[in-house]
T-cell receptor
Framework: EADIYQTPRYLVIGTGKKITLECSQT?????MYWYQQDPGMELHLIHY???????EKGDLSSESTVSRIRTEHFPLTLESARPSHTSQYLC?????????????FGPGTRLTVL | AQTVTQSQPEMSVQEAETVTLSCTYD???????LFWYKQPPSRQMILVIR??????QNATENRFSVNFQKAAKSFSLKISDSQLGDAAMYFC??????????FGPGTSLSVIP
């Protein structure tokens, strides 16, 4: 079944640790996105990609980095986690060839940095 | 710059009643797309309904319909016969052709049994 997956769903980690949030989609979509969302608040775009080897920074400045080596995989990495990184991170994908560009979202990773 | 505004941070509705969520946007584009997404508590965000700006007819999906007023740059969502499962955050979103999607701040909808 075509879907979009995120792991881990919940992560509690200490300050200074390096973490990678995983995102994979089986829909063959070209575009993928990472959003940061505090509980009950709006989404902030932090990274996006149009396809393999394409990555762009979003509207919200972020200390994270992303890579897009395979179409289906778009991991997000924090080299040194800080308490200010505590938030929910949502991954999404969309079909670049489709005119409406409907986004399909993963379940999210809730990150807590102590 | 394009912006999306949702002026109602919180709304509530009695079960089986109708509720309307407001959304306004600012753009100089003539060709664009508008969306309503639903994010239930601790669950995945999903698309509720979408509207192409070039279509004058308002989109409908079962109990969900929109009132699209292009001149006024307004895109409200009407939920008829509200159900407990409709309780969620609702985000209005805008996209110009082949550009990033811009989300509004969201409206938290509660459904009262």
């Amino acid at each position: 079944e075509a879907d979009i997956y995120q792991t881990p769903r919940y992560l509690v980690i200490g300050t200074g640790k390096k973490i990678t949030l995983e995102c994979s989609q089986t829909m063959g979509h070209d575009k993928m996105y990472w959003y940061q969302q505090d509980p009950g608040m709006e989404l902030h775009l932090i990274h996006y990609s149009y396809g393999v080897n394409s990555t762009e920074k979003g509207d919200l400045s972020s200390e994270s980095t992303v890579s897009r080596i395979r179409t289906e995989h778009f991991p997000l990495t924090l080299e040194s986690a800080r308490p200010s990184h505590t938030s929910q991170y949502l991954c999404a994908s969309s079909d670049l060839s489709g005119s409406t560009d409907t986004q399909y979202f993963g379940p999210g990773t809730r990150l807590t940095v102590l | 710059a394009q912006t999306v505004t949702q002026s109602q941070p919180e709304m509530s509705v009695q079960e089986a009643e109708t509720v309307t969520l407001s959304c306004t946007y600012d753009t100089s584009e003539s060709d664009y797309y508008l969306f309503w997404y639903k994010q239930p508590p601790s669950r995945q965000m999903i698309l509720v309904i979408r509207q192409e700006a070039y279509k004058q007819q308002n989109a409908t999906e079962n109990r969900f319909s929109v009132n699209f007023q292009k001149a006024a740059k307004s895109f409200s969502l009407k939920i008829s016969d509200s159900q407990l499962g409709d309780a969620a955050m609702y985000f209005c979103a805008y996209r110009a052709s082949y550009d990033k999607v811009i989300f509004g701040p969201g409206t938290s909808l509660s459904v009262i049994p």
